[in-house]
């Protein structure tokens, strides 16, 4: 009975340690890289994010929608509490240039990950994509309220597979009201996710050392 309490004990540390990498986002324009993971259900993490400063109106942007388009939730950053109505003229934009940011974004506390389709940075001025990440169609993540920046550590790159399913391409952006967006190019991903090594053996580590005292 014991044995199989602790056995259960260890697998939902595990459980609970998930972390989920959605994949790199795909660039459409103005230099914008970077790779999306899911940190817990209301915060998304942004490593080594890249982006030329040169975009007059520029958002970090989730939505429920098929592809990026207006109307999405912005996730304003630097988070100050605040969120903002899409038309909103006072929310603020990405300021300057990043050459390997680590960006934290907070989820509206009435909606988690699970509830968008895709990531993006948007221009709102042009309607312009300037890079995307697809979700995967089913995510089972950790329940969580946002923490701060320094105590989210970055991803360790996953067992599986990048499981966004894109290929790295690029096209240059030049006249912002004639670029068109290209998310429908984009297959939609499937899902997967993986389990931090360090903490399968700290639980494995911790297993046995309960059964010694046995």
């Known amino acids: 009975m014991m044995i199989g309490v602790l056995l259960l004990l260890c697998l939902s540390l595990s459980v609970s340690s998930e972390i989920i990498k959605v994949g790199d986002i795909i660039t459409k324009g103005h230099g914008v890289k970077g790779t999306i993971s899911i940190y817990n259900s209301s915060t998304i993490v942004v490593d080594n994010f890249e982006y030329d400063g040169g975009a007059p109106d520029a958002f970090f942007m989730v939505g429920d929608s098929e592809k990026p388009g207006e109307g999405g939730t912005i996730l304003p950053y630097p988070f100050e509490g605040k969120f903002y109505e899409y038309n909103d003229p006072d929310t603020p934009i990405i300021e300057g240039v990043h050459t390997g940011s680590k960006i934290v974004l907070t989820l509206p506390s009435d909606n988690d990950v699970s509830d968008y389709k895709w990531f993006s940075v948007w221009c709102r001025a042009y309607n312009i994509n300037f890079g995307d990440v697809y979700f995967p169609e089913s995510l089972e993540v950790a329940e969580g309220e946002s923490e701060p920046e320094a105590e989210i550590p970055s ?60």
């Open 155 to 214: 991803p360790i790159a996953p067992i599986s597979n990048d499981i966004s399913g894109h290929k790295d391409h690029e096209y240059h952006h030049g006249d912002h009201s004639e670029a068109e967006s290209h998310a429908e190019d984009e297959p939609l991903p499937g899902s997967a996710s993986f389990i931090c090594p360090s903490v399968i053996s700290l639980s494995i580590t911790s297993l046995i050392f309960l059964l010694c005292q046995l």
